[in-house]
């Protein structure tokens, strides 16, 4: 089956850059998705099609693709981005949507 | 407003049945592909069942195939999935989404909180 592998956690200054990676075989042949999860609350889409951002979702938010890593990059983070993040991809192969193990970004 | 809404979670034991359903408002329902989703309490988010926008094809996760069945009515905007033969492993809250494509991404519910145990 296919892998989406991160890394545990992340951490990063108010107003620095946060880079979150995500490897699979031949990522960047396919369309990655990140998502935002803050404790208790539901997973919240924030880039479709590697570096595509959804209505609402700031502009410090952006992504890219190419070949075995995806990356969500978050610009000048602020206290309030302070979540787990999930990648996630469509793998026609097998017919299945595959998530990322998930990556915790601390905002010291 | 888009709106989820899942019901029908609870308490069950090992062996047993539930049915999740999800109720969608504020979209044309039968323009969306849906999925349920899931993610057991402290880990991450796993995927369980697709169904397209008019309800075929249909995928399911290895984990849940041969016991979880997905279906949708289109008239009534609503999603569902039956789930048989539960595991203590498939305690979870789930999660209702949908998706205008496979690359689109996915839009979520708020989630039932299935329980399985004796």
């Known amino acids: 089956s296919y892998e989406l592998t991160q890394p545990p956690s992340v951490s990063v200054s108010p107003g620095q850059t946060a880079s979150i990676i995500c490897s699979g075989d031949?990522?960047?042949?396919?369309?990655a998705c990140w998502y935002q999860q803050k404790p208790g609350q539901s997973p919240v889409l924030v880039i479709y099609q590697d570096n595509k951002r959804p209505s609402g979702i700031p502009e410090r938010f952006s992504g890219s693709n190419s070949g075995n890593t995806a990356t969500l990059t978050i610009s000048g983070t602020q206290a309030m981005d302070e979540a787990d993040y999930y990648c996630q991809a469509w793998d026609r192969n097998t017919a299945s949507y595959v998530f990322g193990t998930g990556t915790k970004v601390t905002v010291l | 407003q888009v709106q989820l809404v899942e019901s029908g979670g609870g308490l069950v034991k090992p062996g047993g049945s539930l049915r999740l359903s999800c109720a969608a408002s504020g979209f044309t329902f039968s323009d969306y592909y849906m999925s349920w989703m899931r993610q057991a309490p402290g880990k991450g988010l796993e995927w369980v069942s697709y169904?397209?926008?008019?309800?075929?094809?249909?995928h399911y996760a290895d984990s849940v195939k041969g016991r979880f069945t997905i279906s949708r009515d289109n008239a009534r905007n609503s999603l569902y999935l039956q789930m048989n033969s539960l595991r203590s492993e498939d305690t979870a809250v789930y999660y209702c989404?949908?998706?205008?494509?496979?690359?689109?991404?996915?839009?979520w519910g708020q989630g039932t909180l299935v329980t399985v145990s004796s």
């Open positions: 169904i397209s926008s008019s309800g075929s094809p249909i």
């Open positions: 989404a949908r998706a205008s494509g496979h690359t689109s991404g996915w839009y």
């Open positions: 031949k990522l960047g042949d396919k369309y």
